[in-house]
């Protein structure tokens, strides 16, 4: 793959808990961008979201990192970060963008061999097709934090069951300003598997078994999360995007 644009895929998310869909995404998007001719994929980072974030059963992000390392031990490419979920307050994906692409620059510049542009690699967020659907809920979303991370970085979004990323695309100017950073990619072996209702399962006392790594099951059994208590957590509590921007703006 000599003379492509090496790659580094950004995935933001609760992880709550990390699936194997979750980590198919990856495979798949790594998959799609060499299959373009243009891209080498050298890395992927997992990025779980802050507790901070308000989202209704959001375990500790201790617990959401420690599974995501866990389901990713036999990856030879993709790692977990904890700096996201490490901030004090919330932070904005296109924050946690800017952090990591200045990271992975100083990385490189800092090698013995002073390397050219074309070695430092590119980051593109890494997304689900129900990502692009936020983009479309009123106040989450900043429209120059969309330019950003549309224009600027570009998007890797695979496709999942029935959601059309490309109608948002279509439905939305400003993506379709960029509709060349955007990469859809297709996934023909449908999984379904939602961790919505990999917790619904684990509250009710159903085996998840084959829907997460079974170190992951462990995990979840041994410090008991997922109950019917920790759904109720953030419930009547807004998400943190939506109270930041009022205060923002």
Not at 82 to 89: P, T
Not at 103 to 110: E, N
Request: with cysteine; net charge neutral.
């Amino acid at each position: 793959m000599a003379g492509r644009i090496p790659l580094v895929l950004l995935a933001c998310g609760s992880f709550n808990p990390i699936t194997h869909q979750h980590m198919r995404l990856f495979e798949l998007a790594r998959d799609h961008m060499h299959q373009t001719g243009l891209y080498r994929v050298v890395g992927g980072i997992v990025s779980p979201v802050g507790d901070d974030y308000g989202k209704q059963g959001l375990v500790a992000s201790k617990h959401r990192l420690a599974m995501a390392r866990l389901a990713l031990q036999s990856s030879d490419w993709v790692s977990v970060d904890d700096w996201e979920s490490q901030q004090e307050d919330w932070t904005e994906t296109v924050v946690t963008m800017r952090y990591h692409n200045d990271r992975i620059a100083a990385q490189y510049h800092s090698s013995k061999d002073p390397p050219t542009v074309s070695d430092v690699p590119q980051l593109k967020l890494l997304c689900g097709a129900d990502f692009m659907d936020t983009f479309k809920v009123p106040d989450l979303w900043r429209d120059d934090h969309v330019e950003e991370v549309v224009g600027r970085f570009g998007l890797v979004c695979v496709s999942r069951g029935s959601l059309q990323p490309d109608r948002a695309i279509h439905e939305s100017d400003l993506l379709s300003r960029h509709r060349q950073r955007i990469f859809l990619v297709r996934e023909w072996v449908h999984n379904e598997i939602s961790a919505t209702e990999v917790r619904r399962a684990l509250r009710r006392g159903q085996s998840v078994k084959y829907l997460l790594p079974d170190s992951v099951i462990d995990y979840i059994r041994e410090h008991n999360l997922y109950t019917q208590d920790s759904e109720i957590k953030n419930k009547d509590v807004k998400l943190r995007p939506l109270t930041k921007q009022t205060i923002q703006d």
